[in-house]
């Protein structure tokens, strides 16, 4: 079965940095793209970025663009996602989705891990 676990969500000042991780098993990761998304307070679901399948190539929501970077090591199933500069609308819950972009609000996740960017 899917399994994605996330971990690297903390507490942290604007401007400061976080890595995010994704245990991913259960399937062979290399043959498919990852995303991550995340989910402020009351809001929905925000596509953030994702990795695509062939190599360390991502795709960036404009709201992060400059600020993300998306990467991934096949070999170690890991998805990682480095976030720089960030900023208190950075704020919510973060997960790991198996699949590209427009699977963002349907594919398997993980629980997530929670990012809390104070002003």
């Known amino acids: 079965a899917v399994r994605l676990v996330e971990s690297g969500g903390r507490s942290v000042q604007a401007g400061g940095s976080l890595r995010l991780s994704c245990d991913a098993s259960?399937?062979?990761?290399?043959?498919?793209?990852m995303s991550w998304v995340r989910q402020a307070p009351g809001k929905g679901i925000e596509w953030v970025a994702t990795?695509?399948?062939?190599?360390?190539?991502?795709t960036y929501a404009d709201s992060v663009k400059g600020r993300f970077t998306v990467s991934r090591n096949n070999d170690r199933a890991m998805v990682y996602l480095q976030m720089n500069n960030l900023r208190a609308e950075d704020t919510g819950m973060y997960y790991c989705?198996?699949?590209?972009?427009?699977?963002?609000?349907?594919?398997?996740r993980g629980q997530g891990t929670q990012v809390t960017v104070s002003s």
């Open positions: 989705v198996k699949g590209p972009r427009s699977d963002s609000t349907t594919g398997p």
């Open positions: 259960g399937f062979t990761l290399k043959l498919f793209s």
């Open positions: 990795a695509e399948r062939g190599g360390n190539i991502g």
